[in-house]
């Protein structure tokens, strides 16, 4: 019997708990893959891991360049602090772009993380579903470096903390599971169309510029009634409390958050299902 008619034999769509119970036993696959992910991204460069350190490091040298010296913008007043220190708009916006470049680039880079894996899947039998988590982990990792390089910032330009960054550990948690629930189901449909890949990069596009990243919801608001429509987007909660416990030593929006995790719970759960009942064809297509 070949390998690939061994892999064809495997249960087709293994209930959703015992799935789990796989990735958890497979952790150790997990780890190196998200090692090769990394490794790949840093291959041939001279700093090799250390870029993930340098490149948030001159982002915010970036963006303060950009923001303070040629346009002069003012620091973010419509929503203070509660010691009354400025919010520098370069590390305004850098918070928030910090959160979603894991989201974006979760989603952008999962969803050719089957077609990109094609030479595996008719080797070895292994949970399909670990290609697309791999690639979240490894861009949480990257996360990891940013984060570090806005929490100095934040320190040195703005001040310490509240003890409301206990909540950063729930916020980022639901970011992941929104960004791995989009991971399964456009991983899916891009086995299937390929011209999904291509899609992606201008759905991102349009969904940065609906999410308050370079704005807030507060300058929206005062000038139109188009922040409740802002509102329907499962990644505004995300940004918003992500920046208030981060730079405005605010408690999250709970309602705003509560929202965004339904939502989150809801895209992985119809992700794992339509991943769950489509992998027994991906060695076939791919």
């Not at 861009?139 to 001040?159: A, D, H, I, P, R």
Request: charged fraction near 15%.
């Amino acid at each position: 019997m070949g390998k690939r008619e061994a892999a064809r034999q495997r249960p087709p769509r293994p209930p959703l708990r015992a799935e789990a119970r796989e990735l958890w036993r497979s952790r150790e696959l997990i780890g190196n893959l998200v090692r090769r992910d990394l490794k790949v991204k840093h291959r041939g460069t001279f700093l090799g891991m250390l870029w993930s350190l340098t490149t948030p490091l001159l982002t915010v040298g970036l963006y303060y360049f950009v923001f303070k010296v040629i346009l002069g913008a003012q620091p973010v007043s419509d929503y203070p602090r509660p010691d009354g220190h400025d919010i520098p708009f370069a590390v305004y916006f850098f918070c928030g772009l910090t959160i979603w470049n894991f989201f974006g680039n979760s989603v952008a880079l999962a969803a050719s993380s089957v077609v990109g894996s094609g030479y595996l899947l008719n080797k070895v039998y292994f949970p399909r579903a670990i290609l697309p988590l791999s690639v979240v982990l490894s861009s949480l990792v990257t996360f990891g470096f940013e984060l570090c390089v806005l929490m100095v910032s934040v320190l040195l330009v703005v001040g310490l903390p509240s003890a409301h960054m206990l909540w950063l550990p729930v916020i980022v948690a639901v970011a992941a599971l929104l960004s791995y629930g989009l991971a399964l189901l456009l991983s899916t449909l891009t086995v299937f169309l390929r011209d999904v890949a291509h899609f992606i990069g201008v759905f991102l596009q349009l969904w940065f510029w609906a999410t308050p990243i370079i704005y807030s919801l507060q300058f929206v608001a005062k000038r139109s009634g188009f922040s409740r429509v802002l509102k329907l987007n499962p990644m505004t909660g995300v940004v918003v409390s992500f920046r208030d416990v981060v730079v405005l030593n605010h408690a999250p929006p709970f309602r705003l958050l509560a929202y965004d995790a339904v939502v989150a719970v809801a895209m992985f759960a119809a992700g794992a299902y339509v991943f769950s009942r489509s992998q027994r064809l991906f060695s076939e297509i791919v």
